[in-house]
């Protein structure tokens, strides 16, 4: 017998177990709400913030700048690594990726994307 | 060491995706023009260029006809096939924009109208992929672009609409990528063609498959796939919803067909290929049950969008090369009733109003008599009556499915028909109500032009295929 | 290719699985859609495994360049969804999907 059955065996017992231990008190238990019991904290303050907090919108601005150009880097690791042997070819292929590129980046900073609001 | 690579592709390879190039770098000049012109200009610049743009790529396509070629080593097809798709897609696009005047503010149109041709260029893509990478680009090109349109308009509604599209869509792409990945796997190639010679590995390329057509059962919106349309079609604005209900199904439809005629193992493609049946017989169903209940044109038009792509995928059960050619028939029908249904949406808009409400056509017959006839003309036509494209369509189709020994499917596309015709009735009944409603006076669009010039191709284009040559064998079918 | 230690491939294929079902589960169980987005990631990262895994078994490139192209459609894909995200929550406080009721299906 393989030896990692017996652990398979315990794993799925045990999903078994945790899965019946969340549902079954869902099905069976009487349930007789009031407003009290239904706030978020029966004593004590309600919360006032999200947990973990806010972060402000430029910070997915950057995020968002930063994975465009985190990968448009990447794309050129490939033709660098080869570029001796593909030559004017892909001296061409990439200033066409570049030209392209520039003028996305020439419409996002004239429509003010790259603005530090 | 730096040995030189020989470039495995040349000038043949390029002119064959030379009209997609060109939709694909007409948005650049769109994006300068953009950046370039005063305000005042920038607009109708814009609109002009991206049209002529799409008419130069559509005489090149028409250029390559009869001269099928397997381009880049196989990764994209040109050919009839390709061509025909890439006629709709451009045809599509280009009603888009004669509605698309008041698309986004002044300093958003440029760049509106440059996703909508890149969203465009990504459905021409798919046209002619022939492999798992070029069908994956253009899928998602299609696909990005309009996660921005659909988010376009100055409501909130719309914003949300963008979201849930992104969300939804993004995880039926990602399920297609993990089937693709699988596909992989199962035959060790990319390629289309590859996969037809039994795989290696049979359970693993039946799931590929699966997870593959269940993302473009969604692009397709079939149903149980189609829930997220109602929702994201009414907060688009008015010309990416109509760009969306022929572009982005034109495309999944030529990827799915390629993928059913042409990439599967002659031993089990029909086993493979029946949950898609049943899908697109759920469609009809669905479609047009979802459509009684609705009081907004564009929800309606979802629905009705569902039926009738269920209407063109029974036309391929059996994959018969006959059921190929009615479905892209009634594909080019269902762009032009369903486009010119958009186009009297548009006309009956106002500067901060979409005239999709229902109340907007209570009426409607005695103000604007033409407008209501046509409009009663392209719901005919949807439902599938005489004197319209959609009768001839939905006759060749049955005529099809009951040849390919499909019947069940023919059953269930006339019942569809049948509870369709309430929901698109309906609309009719209240434009031609006495006294239903205050008889609201509805200024129409300063530039009405346009959209009057896409009523006006589309009604005549759905009256004139009726006529399409239906031979004695088309029919025969259904007298044997 | 002299790995040190060669693993078997089917390893890989089981990780990816289990990435992928971690993604769907998180985009069917997590209503936040910034954590939605991130299980999108998941998927398609499960199956840029799953392409250079296959690639390894048949010796064939196709799959690790599939997987190149994969890594950059899903970064435009992430960027695209982080600014319809920014759009969207500017205006509304919380981020939440089920805040995001207005359209009923």
Redesign the interface.
Known sequence: MNPYVPVGIFLGVAAVAATAFVLVPGLLARRKPNPAKSEAYECGVEPTSVVGGHFPVRFYLIAMLFVIFDVEAASFYPWAV?M????A?GLLEMAAFVV?LA??Y??VW??GGFQWR | M????T?PWGNADWNAILPLGVVALTP?LV??A??LLPRSLRRSVVLALAALGLIYAGFLAARGWGHPYSAFGGGFVTGGFTIVFQEIVIAGALFSLLLATHLGRD?QAG?AVALLLWSASGAMLMAGAAN??TI??GL?LLS?AL??LC?LAAR??A??????Y??LS??A???M??G???L??AT???QLSAFAAPAASPMLFTLGSGLFLIGFVFKLSLAPFH??T??VY??APLPVTAFMSVVTKAGALAVLARFAYAALPQANAQAILVPLWIVAALSMIVGNVGALAQTDVKRLLAYSGTAQLGYVVAALAGTTSLGLRYAIFYLVAYMFMNLGAFAVVALLSREHEEGSHLSAYAGLGYRQPVLAALMTFFLLALAGLPPTAGFTGKLLILASSVDAGYAWLAVILIVGTAISAYAYLKIVLAMYARGAGAPLQRALHPASALPWLGVAICAIATFVLTFYPLAPSDVLPLVK | MNAPMDVDVSYY?VL?TVI?FI??GG?ILRRN?LI??MA?EL??N???L??I???R??I?N??Q??AF??IT?AA??AA??L???V??FR?AKNVD?DE?A????
Request: glycine share 10%; hydrophobic share 55%; charged share 15%.
């Open positions: 080869q001796h042997a593909l030559r070819y392209v003028i996305g020439a419409y004239r429509k | 730096p040995s030189t690579l470039i650049l994006i300068l953009d950046l300093d760049g798992l990478m994956f680009l998602e990005l996660y921005c988010g909130p509604s914003r949300e609409a963008a979201l849930k992104l969300i993004s995880t792409s990602g399920f990528l993990y693709m990945a699988l992989f796997g060790g190639s990319v829930i997220w109602p929702d009414e907060g | 294929i990816s992928f993604g769907v985009v859609p939605m987005l999108i998927m398609f499960a199956a840029n799953a392409l895994a296959f690639a078994v048949w064939n196709a799959g360049i599939f192209l994969v459609v435009s894909e695209i969804g600014a319809i995200v759009v969207v205006r999907v995001v207005g359209l009923r299906g």
